[in-house]
């Protein structure tokens, strides 16, 4: 059973990605050519349905970071900048510029994206702690850096601005990280 919540939870992906926050459960059901009903013996509702493909999302993310974390061949500052910009090889192609659409009509399934972005920063902050300590960033508080990505990642997800760009999501993350690192200096 676990299997076909992972299926549907990635097909939720496949749709969001194709259709933005206008999909159905009946495209998920032909998608994966099973019925309604089977959705919904493993899902109560859509909400719960998102809750659990968000949360999925979130812990794919993590193993992504933990793997970066263990390589070796990573200087401190390429794997802090990697670990922050961190998204699994199966997720690089969500449109993230269309979570925005969340917020207005699936408010709590926003605030879940949102409450996920500004938790699980022990890693990161330890990176940015070691990076500093070895001289290879300036020593700023790590609140700041910590609020300064926070907010630019809430930003990218919580407009249409970055989907009005030719930025993929992940370009701009990759830009964000690049600014916050090396500055705008010339």
Not at 75 to 101: A, E, G, H, T, W
Not at 109 to 121: F, I, K, L, M, T
Request: net charge negative; with cysteine; charged share 35%.
């Amino acid at each position: 059973m676990e299997n076909l919540r992972k299926s549907i939870m990635d097909s939720v992906i496949n749709q969001f990605n194709q259709k933005g926050m206008k999909f159905t459960m009946d495209d998920i059901s032909r998608e994966l050519h099973i019925s309604k009903k089977t959705i919904y013996k493993e899902f109560d509702d859509k909400d719960e349905l998102f809750f659990a493909t968000v949360d999925y999302g979130f812990a794919a993310i993590k193993e992504k970071e933990a793997e970066i974390i263990r390589d070796e061949s990573l200087d401190i500052v390429d794997k802090l900048s990697k670990v922050i910009v961190c998204l699994p090889d199966n997720y690089r192609n969500i449109d993230f510029r269309m979570v925005y659409q969340l917020r207005d009509k699936y408010p709590n399934v926003y605030n879940r994206v949102a409450g996920r972005v500004e938790s699980d920063w022990e890693e990161t902050e330890k990176l940015l702690r070691q990076a500093m300590d070895m001289g290879r960033l300036k020593k700023v508080p790590i609140p700041v850096v910590k609020l300064t990505i926070e907010g630019a990642i809430e930003k990218f997800l919580s407009t249409e601005e970055l989907s009005k760009t030719d930025l993929t999501y992940e370009e701009a993350l990759n830009e964000m990280i690049d600014i916050i690192i090396n500055g705008l200096k010339a």
